[in-house]
């Protein structure tokens, strides 16, 4: 697999794996997100939302957009255990 320019990467709410090369706290540079169009904000302002923004809060993810997306793996298969 290979990362992607963010600008390729799927705007309808798929949840990706996001890369964040801004970010402060270098655990968060890879999350997994989605791009989240806000549409219920009195001022739309679309972003890139990841799942540590509860932690971190939402202006870290505007003010640390990724750059680069790549599809989440397959999870495995019940199968294999």
């Known amino acids: 697999m290979e990362w992607y320019p963010v600008e390729t990467a799927p705007t309808d709410g ?25 549409r219920y904000a009195a001022r739309p302002k679309p972003y890139w939302t990841h799942d540590l923004e509860r932690l971190l809060g939402k202006l870290d993810a505007r003010k640390t ?9 397959e999870a495995p298969n019940d199968e294999t255990y």
């Open 14 to 38: 798929t949840r990706i794996l996001l890369y964040r090369p801004g970010s402060y706290v270098t655990w968060a540079m890879i999350v997994i997100g989605n791009f989240d169009d806000d």
């Open 65 to 73: 957009p990724p750059t680069h997306w790549m599809p989440l793996p």
